[in-house]
């Protein structure tokens, strides 16, 4: 049975893949790679795990040439993108990019492409601009940036009708993003170069930049104002020694009584129930006995460890990062 269509299928109609041991259907395979391909979700990983699939599985399963030669241009690009001294040419329908190392002071680049040859800027990207300096890059919130004749979306709403602040350039590619205003997170993964980032500030981020004192929230739609940043770090300054106090004193108790009480209660549930009914009840009694006794000696290391441990990473982050932070 295919786990994707759950419907029955021989043997021979799930294909093997090189990067893990999942299974589906030649269909669902198809059917899925061709809609990650024209969404440009390039590298595509298995519908069931996180293991990118290999270029010659895609290309074994994808139906089409046309899907194939795309699948291989988007691959291109997301290694282009990640190169800091490409440039992409600016003419319409032109995905041609050029190797610009060390061209900074000689920035007049031209196209390669047969049939374009467009010049462009080094700099800011643009066509080339021989009488004057680079333009600024024209913000999404101006109206020169929305179409003249605005294309119908395919839910009904037209591009013009777009707030700016749903739609965004990557800071590693300035690839264009828009981002559904359905509640989802900050945490941004461009699909063209694989630049995480915050929508926010558009930043490249680490998986701790929403625990760090910029403003930036996980959920929501604007950074937090200069007062109420300074406001929050303030009571995490003055409030950190009561909270961790705190903290600690719940976590001592709870740590090391919940420990051997847990342990007990999953030795007398667990195992299989021909196990446990061959067990006397002494045996079962002796068993559970061992288990708390075992974790009684145990709990408080793992006590130890949890408030040795935690106490000053949460302090060195208060009293440092965060008072850092206020100074600047």
Known sequence: ECPLCLLPQPPEAFPSLASCSHRSCW????????????????????????????????????PEPALRDKYEE?????????????????????????????????????????????????????????DGPCAPAPSLATPTTQLAQPEELAHGETL????????????????FIMKINDGSCNRMNCTVCGCLFCWLCLQEISDVHFLSPSGCTFWGKRPWSRTRRILWQLG??????????????VAVPVITIGIPIYMGRKVLAG????????????QQCLSVTSSVLLSLFVSPIITALTVGVGVPLVLTYVYGTVVLSLCR
């Open 27 to 62: 269909a669902c395979l198809e059917q899925y790679l061709c809609l990650a391909v024209s969404e440009s979700r390039v590298p595509v990983s298995c519908p069931h795990c996180p293991a990118v699939l290999q270029p010659s599985d895609v290309h074994r399963l994808l």
């Open 74 to 130: 988007f691959l291109l690009r997301r290694l282009l993108v990640a190169d800091p001294g490409t440039r992409w040419c600016p003419a319409p329908d032109c995905s041609y990019a050029v190797f610009a190392h060390g061209c900074a002071e000689c920035p007049r680049l031209t196209c390669g492409r047969e049939g374009c040859g467009t010049e462009f800027c080094y700099h800011c990207r643009q066509p080339w601009h021989p």
């Open 160 to 175: 013009v009708q777009a707030e700016a602040e749903d739609i965004k350039v990557c800071p590693r590619c300035s690839a």
């Open 236 to 249: 995490m300054v003055l409030g950190a020694p009561m909270v961790i106090s705190l903290a600690a004193g």
């Open 271 to 282: 195992g299989p129930a021909s196990r446990r009914s061959s067990l006397s009840g002494c």
